[in-house]
């Protein structure tokens, strides 16, 4: 079990500023950003990745341009589903 101190130390990857996985390297040598991410993530965290603003990534969500998937009344998009939409690219 961890302590609240052990918890406000450890850093939160979704946070404004901080990166949103440790870099792992692909088969070709270069940094991949999608290694180690969730299997949903939240509309923030992905426009982050895509380098676009939270207003756009949730624009794109609706119109089914970004796959999303609504789960408790909050909006997360597939990461499967976007890794693929963005190798397609």
């Given amino acids: ?4 101190a052990q918890r406000a130390t450890t850093p939160c990857p979704t946070r404004e500023g901080e990166p949103l996985t440790t870099p792992l390297t692909s088969d070709h040598g270069t ?12 509309v923030p965290a992905a426009a982050r990745l895509l380098g ?3 207003a ?13 998937r609504r789960l408790g009344g909050r909006v ?10 963005v190798e397609a690219a």
């Fill in 1 to 4: 079990m961890t302590t609240r």
């Fill in 52 to 54: 676009v603003s939270r």
């Fill in 76 to 85: 997360y998009v597939v990461t499967s589903a976007l890794r693929s939409l």
């Fill in 31 to 42: 940094a991949d950003p999608m290694a180690g991410l969730p299997l949903l993530l939240a």
């Fill in 56 to 68: 756009s990534a949730y624009r794109l969500a609706a119109s089914g341009e970004l796959p999303s």
